[in-house]
């Protein structure tokens, strides 16, 4: 039965190795945007409108552009210059900039760019992979694996800068594949550049220029012994590329460090006030919770590779590059372990052991290969299931917040009634509402925080003003179905009537 099903799978991976390179190509680049664009319509995350977290910035630039006047440019420079006491990540901030001045708060526009983003990413990988030796079923199963999952949040969310990054770092690493194995320069040009816009959008995709280095490194040593001779040979005959990229990652952590400071990355290396129980509990939870298929599949995979233990032992270089990729992102997410987006880029470490070295590893055949490529089939449905699920909260979520909104501003519009938003302390989730509002004419938000008990503007020219809660007409806050949920502010709401909107609760004063 095992021999009937190999055959079965040889002659499947033979008729889709027959295909042209331009039915390939049609053929891939269909079912990525098919599997992309198929999610974000299905689920509705497409058309899901503001939620409670950074889409507030979108809605700032076009204030700032529409009722305060500024050109494009004051926005650009006041943005950056902020930006950059805080972090190191310029071009993100100019690329949220320009989408805002070209499709104003129109979401729907800008979730289909992102998505875009996504299909060329998945498309990208999927090229990596091929040039790379894997055949196309393997080298499908690495560009998802890489993509779906908890990290599937990217596919729709405005806010994280990882689909843009992803992107660039598929797109580089492409160019360099192209460049080692037909040596045209351009493409060593064309490799940096994309390398370079994804080291300045978020800093973490950084770390990723040692492992370009050590690949080209590797490429290199192919079918070669690791000695210090051979070694230098290599790094003699790349020496401009890799000079390149190490300047690149040299100057890049030096700004970071000593311009921008590393206080502000709250989240990045260990901390002397956190215990080593603290962080084997907060691993601990990562690894059953947003990594736990990765970690129990490959457990799996993992073993069935160790009974090939003589050749395994040989792919020390192939271990050494999964490592370069993994550990970088682990130290740097010491404080809260790797959740949702955030998984990005660290499993692209992963997906190349497991999935580009482990399917083209010759010593694995027979049952053992049918029990390798099924952990890899049964770790993508889980994680398949995993995006379908959270797209659908996502929109919900979304959906709930659009309906909050509509409501309260028919109730409001072109009277004095206040609104009060009990969001804190989500801050995001009250700016939204008061750069959303703004946008709509309204300016009567006034917000609640509930350590000090006091209800001001908090925002805006009039940021000081104070209110009682007698004048308050309409109460907005999350409920229990919502992830920010956290408290149930202390206000005496026998006064009001309650309507639900999804994740959201409305209270609206009776008459």
């Given at each position: 039965?095992?021999?009937?099903?190999?055959?079965?799978?040889?002659?499947?991976?033979?008729?889709?190795?027959?295909?042209?390179?331009?039915?390939?190509?049609?053929?891939?680049?269909?079912?990525?945007?098919?599997?992309?664009?198929?999610?974000?319509?299905?689920?509705?995350?497409?058309?899901?409108?503001?939620?409670?977290?950074?889409?507030?910035?979108?809605?700032?630039?076009?204030?700032?552009?529409?009722?305060?006047?500024?050109?494009?440019?004051?926005?650009?420079?006041?943005?950056?210059?902020?930006?950059?006491?805080?972090?190191?990540?310029?071009?993100?901030?100019?690329?949220?900039?320009?989408?805002?001045?070209?499709?104003?708060?129109?979401?729907?526009?800008?979730?289909?760019?992102?998505?875009?983003?996504?299909?060329?990413?998945?498309?990208?990988?999927?090229?990596?992979?091929?040039?790379?030796?894997?055949?196309?079923?393997?080298?499908?199963?690495?560009?998802?694996?890489?993509?779906?999952?908890?990290?599937?949040?990217?596919?729709?969310?405005?806010?994280?800068?990882?689909?843009?990054?992803?992107?660039?770092?598929?797109?580089?690493?492409?160019?360099?594949?192209?460049?080692?194995?037909?040596?045209?320069?351009?493409?060593?040009?064309?490799?940096?550049?994309?390398?370079?816009?994804?080291?300045?959008?978020?800093?973490?995709?950084?770390?990723?220029?040692?492992?370009?280095?050590?690949?080209?490194?590797?490429?290199?040593?192919?079918?070669?012994?690791?000695?210090?001779?051979?070694?230098?040979?290599?790094?003699?005959?790349?020496?401009?590329?890799?000079?390149?990229?190490?300047?690149?990652?040299?100057?890049?952590?030096?700004?970071?460090?000593?311009?921008?400071?590393?206080?502000?990355?709250?989240?990045?290396?260990?901390?002397?006030?956190?215990?080593?129980?603290?962080?084997?509990?907060?691993?601990?939870?990562?690894?059953?919770?947003?990594?736990?298929?990765?970690?129990?599949?490959?457990?799996?995979?993992?073993?069935?590779?160790?009974?090939?233990?003589?050749?395994?032992?040989?792919?020390?270089?192939?271990?050494?590059?999964?490592?370069?990729?993994?550990?970088?992102?682990?130290?740097?997410?010491?404080?809260?372990?790797?959740?949702?987006?955030?998984?990005?880029?660290?499993?692209?470490?992963?997906?190349?052991?497991?999935?580009?070295?482990?399917?083209?590893?010759?010593?694995?055949?027979?049952?053992?290969?049918?029990?390798?490529?099924?952990?890899?089939?049964?770790?993508?449905?889980?994680?398949?299931?995993?995006?379908?699920?959270?797209?659908?909260?996502?929109?919900?979520?979304?959906?709930?917040?659009?309906?909050?909104?509509?409501?309260?501003?028919?109730?409001?519009?072109?009277?004095?009634?206040?609104?009060?938003?009990?969001?804190?302390?989500?801050?995001?989730?009250?700016?939204?509402?008061?750069?959303?509002?703004?946008?709509?004419?309204?300016?009567?938000?006034?917000?609640?925080?509930?350590?000090?008990?006091?209800?001001?503007?908090?925002?805006?020219?009039?940021?000081?003003?104070?209110?009682?809660?007698?004048?308050?007409?309409?109460?907005?806050?999350?409920?229990?179905?919502?992830?920010?949920?956290?408290?149930?502010?202390?206000?005496?709401?026998?006064?009001?009537?309650?309507?639900?909107?999804g994740t959201i609760t409305m209270y609206v004063r009776n008459e």
């Amino acid at each position: 039965m095992a021999v009937r099903l190999t055959d079965k799978i040889h002659e499947f991976y033979d008729w889709l190795e027959k295909l042209g390179k331009r039915r390939e190509a049609l053929l891939v680049c269909g079912f990525f945007a098919v599997l992309v664009f198929g999610v974000v319509i299905v689920t509705g995350t497409l058309t899901s409108g503001f939620h409670l977290v950074d889409d507030w910035e979108l809605a700032q630039y076009v204030d700032w552009m529409t009722l305060e006047h500024r050109s494009l440019w004051e926005c650009l420079k006041e943005d950056l210059g902020f930006d950059l006491t805080l972090r190191f990540r310029p071009l993100y901030y100019i690329n949220r900039v320009l989408m805002a001045y070209v499709f104003g708060i129109n979401l729907t526009a800008m979730s289909v760019v992102k998505a875009a983003e996504i299909v060329v990413a998945l498309t990208a990988l999927y090229y990596c992979a091929r040039q790379m030796k894997c055949n196309m079923v393997y080298a499908a199963l690495f560009s998802m694996t890489v993509m779906v999952g908890y990290q599937s949040a990217v596919w729709w969310k405005l806010g994280p800068q990882e689909s843009y990054d992803i992107m660039m770092f598929a797109v580089g690493f492409f160019f360099l594949l192209k460049w080692l194995s037909t040596g045209r320069r351009g493409y060593a040009f064309a490799s940096f550049g994309a390398l370079f816009l994804m080291s300045v959008y978020k800093e973490p995709f950084i770390l990723l220029l040692p492992f370009v280095g050590l690949y080209v490194l590797y490429a290199q040593m192919q079918g070669q012994k690791a000695t210090v001779a051979s070694l230098c040979a290599a790094v003699r005959r790349r020496l401009p590329y890799l000079l390149a990229i190490g300047i690149l990652f040299v100057v890049e952590m030096f700004i970071i460090v000593f311009v921008v400071g590393t206080n502000n990355y709250s989240y990045v290396g260990l901390d002397e006030s956190i215990t080593m129980e603290q962080y084997v509990q907060i691993w601990g939870n990562a690894a059953h919770g947003n990594l736990k298929w990765y970690m129990r599949f490959g457990v799996l995979m993992g073993l069935i590779l160790l009974t090939y233990w003589e050749q395994t032992k040989k792919l020390g270089w192939e271990i050494l590059l999964a490592a370069a990729v993994i550990v970088p992102q682990c130290v740097t997410y010491s404080k809260t372990a790797l959740e949702e987006r955030y998984i990005l880029p660290c499993v692209l470490g992963y997906a190349f052991f497991f999935v580009i070295v482990g399917c083209n590893f010759r010593p694995l055949s027979g049952k053992r290969r049918i029990a390798y490529m099924l952990c890899l089939l049964l770790m993508l449905a889980a994680h398949g299931r995993v995006t379908l699920r959270e797209a659908r909260y996502f929109a919900y979520r979304g959906e709930s917040i659009k309906t909050m909104m509509e409501r309260t501003l028919d109730l409001v519009s072109g009277t004095d009634k206040k609104v009060l938003s009990c969001f804190h302390p989500n801050l995001e989730g009250n700016r939204t509402m008061y750069y959303w509002f703004r946008l709509h004419g309204y300016d009567e938000i006034f917000y609640w925080d509930e350590e000090e008990r006091k209800i001001d503007r908090s925002f805006g020219p009039r940021e000081n003003e104070r209110a009682d809660f007698s004048d308050i007409d309409v109460v907005v806050m999350y409920n229990q179905e919502d992830r920010h949920w956290c408290y149930e502010p202390s206000l005496n709401l026998t006064d009001f009537t309650e309507y639900n909107c999804g994740t959201i609760t409305m209270y609206v004063r009776n008459e």
